[in-house]
């Protein structure tokens, strides 16, 4: 039994025979595969394409989800072992995950970092507790990474370029009012370097620089198949030359917890938005981006329309690859 | 591909072939005409009836469908294009709705009125906004119109009645604490019209008039098909020799938004209940309403509990012509 | 057609042929019984086990399950006849029940006590509307008793214990930080006489006896069939000789709605919890809870995951035992 919890476990190797499979179900999507099996989804944070996908995917494979919400339809929970509970939290973790798989084949689980203490958030502990206590595989929906992004991210970047070695990959920050999850940057530049791009991370400042987790995994990955790692705070040179951009706003991990005074940085690079300015320095790049999208103040109208936005197919990419990742998990 | 955003655009011919299927549905309910496709359900608003008859007769036809709502487990959603993303909302429908378009096959959405300023809610921003983008029939499941309703309604009263071509049919306005969406009000107007009755609209008062637009159309169909479209604040005169009374309370569009200075207007007119002495006048008519409905505020417990209550089934006719209507939009 | 309010309706025997069944249905759990049966699950209050169980055993069977939220997703509800509905609720159950019944085969009905005036909470109004205005069956999925609950605890013992007669069962209160209902406390000490068990209850004084009408139900089962029903406040006594152990918290009924003034008093009574010391005055016995559980606070985590613990077979239970119960109401 294997979990899918991070790319990081999972060699380049087994995560293309998985975006194999995926282009073969997306030319046959229904497939009996997992008829008379169950797969719990539980989410402690809202969602629309990977509750749909993975509902939906589950159902073309003739099996059957169930969507949980932990403090809203179901109860608070508490993820630390030992500890005496006398707070919020009515069901432990160990229960929950243990009980789940005696009634499921499968158990996914969203949960966003609570954006108060990265020390805290960078241990991932909610999607880890389920992975501990459940008999049954585990998949990250997104915790602070997003490992199903990946696979949908590469599988479309592969339909439309092929092998992708040695391409350029930037990944650009973009402003949003909020400070988001380092999630999707942290993943796009995993899947990125590990398929043996040359990646590019375009921020603002040092202080946008991802988690070292992250940075070291990406260097890691490059240097091993003889590509590079840059990071860069001029627009100009990250997108020369481009094939590829994706685009993604988080917060700084220096202010983390502390946003007041991260926002008048944060302010200060609203230029940092993609437009088709940006992308005539590229080599006629394809941009994408995960969704939901704040549109005009991520990316302009023109670029996510324009004929190399990939959006909607990396999005539709989400059901195809999660299918096979569920096959790959319940009956490997 | 053809959307179902209201019976204005279908003629009566072709809604009546959707009622002469539901009859069929009705009668044999397990039908895997839609085997393999998959329903979206975005509710922006409550539901009971909507929510369980949409899932029921998609999984009866051999579909799955998918319960979304956006805010709650969803993300917040734009609907204005070219608008700058930088407020609340996460995600804009043109994603939302091309995304949900590459996982299913037929998108259905409620989204009631937000209740501040008529001239925008009577725009209809929101179902048109998903109809504009998806690339997938859409249904309206209430909107500022509720056609599956009328659907209902219309079924319902063929079964008592046969043709209704001629029949009186009136459709009373009733208090209510709250000012409600004229939505039922609406679409009882114009099925009612559309098949031929001689339609009476009782009301308070003029400011209890409904949209121009629904009044046209319904004076349209009622004159082309040499019918009556009266309206009355007699009720005496409105009960007199109808067939059918169909009871609904909705808001005074003269006080769109200010709701205050009608909350008097509407207190005083309490008496407008349906009880059985306003049904003695009648020809031994049938009673209806949409459902929810407040008992002992609209209507009495001896009226709606009467032999010639028609509210549940018309509620269970939603399941039948919905599948039917399914079926035609997926299948055609 | 039978409801499933309460086992005190049902005989033993019949319960235990629902055992039996459920016992066949976890050696084989896909069997479609229930093909093209549709099942509507309404939770008034939060779940996890109860609504993935009763969904995920729907569909084993070949069923399909609709979850609705009164309140949340659905329109709020009023429960009581010839009410005028002027106030919150925009549904009556009369409606609700009967359309959902046209709709659906089985209702299901989770509604919490509102703990303000126990004179109220026990006549149990919202679980005996839905089965008054209902024509389809009924089952009770937790209001002021737990009767799937009570199943699954009873199988769970006879998979380990055989026929448990003449065994004794302590029902033990236990802390916790709030009041909680009484349902699986009144549960556990039903079945367990019904089942011809010696039933000790200890709890921490007068106060925190159940109500008289499980309390004198449970004198009944056990004199009838020759056994005994103790009540202790001595934690010694009543641990001496177990051989099983059940625990829950609930809230006083005197105090009932007052609950400050019993805040001091359970206070006072955090050593009921459940620990190795106490298991060890016992006949080696099983301990079990109905989760959710508090650990640390109502059992120690070295019982709560030591051999003898049945948590989690308990839990799993529920799902054979609700197929088994809802294959007997839908096809008895």
């Not at 370097?193 to 890691?220: I, S, W």
């Not at 969704?291 to 197919?313: A, F, M, Q, W, Y």
Request: charged fraction near 25%.
């Amino acid at each position: 039994m294997q979990h899918f919890l991070t790319t990081a476990d999972w060699s380049r190797s087994r995560l293309q025979s998985i975006l194999d499979d995926a282009r073969d179900l997306k030319a046959e999507p229904y497939q009996a595969r997992l008829r008379n099996k169950t797969i719990a989804l539980i989410f402690f944070n809202p969602s629309l394409r990977t509750r749909s996908s993975f509902d939906i995917g589950a159902h073309q494979l003739g099996a059957h989800a169930v969507v949980l919400e932990p403090g809203k339809g179901s109860w608070p929970m508490e993820f630390e072992l030992g500890s005496v509970m006398d707070q919020n939290a009515e069901e432990h973790v160990r229960e929950a995950a243990r009980v789940l798989s005696r009634y499921c084949d499968l158990i996914a689980v969203r949960a966003f970092p609570k954006f108060q203490d990265w020390s805290v958030d960078r241990q991932d502990k909610i999607i880890h507790a389920f992975a501990e206590h459940a008999t049954v595989p585990v998949i990250n929906m997104e915790t602070i990474t997003h490992p199903c992004q990946e696979l949908a991210l590469m599988l479309t970047l592969q339909e439309r370029l092929g092998m992708v070695d040695g391409m350029k990959f930037v990944l650009t920050w973009t402003y949003h009012p909020k400070p988001l999850n380092t999630a999707v940057a942290n993943s796009a530049l995993m899947i990125a370097a590990k398929f043996g791009m040359d990646v590019t991370l375009l921020c603002p400042n040092e202080d946008y620089r991802l988690d070292e987790r992250y940075m070291g995994l990406a260097q890691e990955y490059t240097s091993s198949q003889g590509r590079s790692l840059t990071v860069t705070h001029n627009i100009e040179e990250a997108y020369s030359g481009a094939h590829v951009v994706y685009a993604k706003s988080w917060g700084a991990l220096p202010y983390f917890g502390r946003w007041d005074e991260e926002k008048p940085v944060r302010d200060a690079h609203k230029h940092f938005i993609v437009d088709a300015e940006k992308m005539a320095l590229t080599d006629n790049a394809f941009f994408s981006h995960c969704l939901p999208c704040r549109r005009n103040v991520k990316v302009t109208d023109e670029v996510i329309d324009g004929p190399n936005s990939l959006v909607i197919e990396e999005a539709e990419n989400r059901l195809h690859v999660q299918k096979a990742l569920m096959s790959e998990l319940i009956t490997p």
